[in-house]
């Protein structure tokens, strides 16, 4: 069974720009949820879409944004870009009911200049 | 404050030595999970629990729910074992809240 992919690896964008990434779950995984990853902040949890819907959202501006496909995979959208949304992105795929463990990508690591 | 609070920061152990990072956490959780980072990013998931003690060969995880309080426990530490462990909180809706991390160095 394959694990779950992120796509790209590595990003090098400009402030100012936008950015897309993208995440596919393992196969029979409904839901979908998207990590920052910062050494000062540590793990924060972004949104999680289950079936095409956006089920939980943290604390994040609404320069990051997300969607699901009918197939599951998921897209984050970050816009209008800043030095400080250098990070780690990781997305996650479970089962989406409470206490279904998580099956972490590998991660794309996004550099702003 | 955080949901989710983890100690020690760091921690540098012999090889062969008894390991023990330990976790609280505030007030509604579904599920505690521990997990694993290796340098390079991959996050694995170690153990999900809501009560009592899980053991997956030298890694053994317990809770104590009404002190909210968990612990994971490595026996004979190996280098291999040296990582960032974390700890996050689930919560109700598949939310979860994520510790600042253990860095664990195994020296051979």
């Known amino acids: 069974k394959a694990g779950v992919t992120q796509t790209p690896r590595y990003l090098i964008k400009t402030r100012g720009q936008q950015v897309t990434l993208s995440c596919s779950p393992i196969?029979?995984?409904?839901?979908v949820s998207w990590y920052q990853q910062t050494p000062g902040q540590g793990l924060q949890f972004l949104f999680e879409y289950f079936s095409e819907t956006q089920r939980n959202k943290g604390n994040f501006p609404g320069r990051f944004s997300g969607r699901q496909f009918s197939n599951s995979r998921s897209e984050m959208n970050v816009s209008t870009l800043e030095l400080g949304d250098s990070a780690l992105y990781l997305c996650?795929?479970?089962?989406?009911?409470?206490?279904?463990?998580?099956?972490f990508g590998n991660g794309t690591r996004l550099t702003v200049t | 404050k955080n949901e989710v609070e983890q100690s020690p920061q760091n921690l540098t152990a012999q090889e062969g030595e008894f390991i023990t990072i330990n976790c609280s956490y505030s007030v509604g959780i579904s599920a505690l999970h521990w997990l694993q980072q290796h340098p390079g990013g991959g996050i694995v998931s170690l153990f999900m629990l809501s009560s009592g003690k899980k053991k997956h060969g030298r890694l053994i995880a317990t809770i104590n729910i009404q002190e909210k309080h968990s612990s994971l426990h490595i026996t004979a530490s190996h280098p291999r074992d040296s990582a960032v462990y974390i700890c996050a909180k689930g919560r109700a809706g598949n939310q979860f809240y994520f510790g600042t991390g253990t860095s664990l160095t195994v020296i051979p």
């Open positions: 996650a795929s479970s089962h989406g009911t409470d206490n279904s463990p998580l099956h």
């Open positions: 196969s029979g995984h409904r839901s």
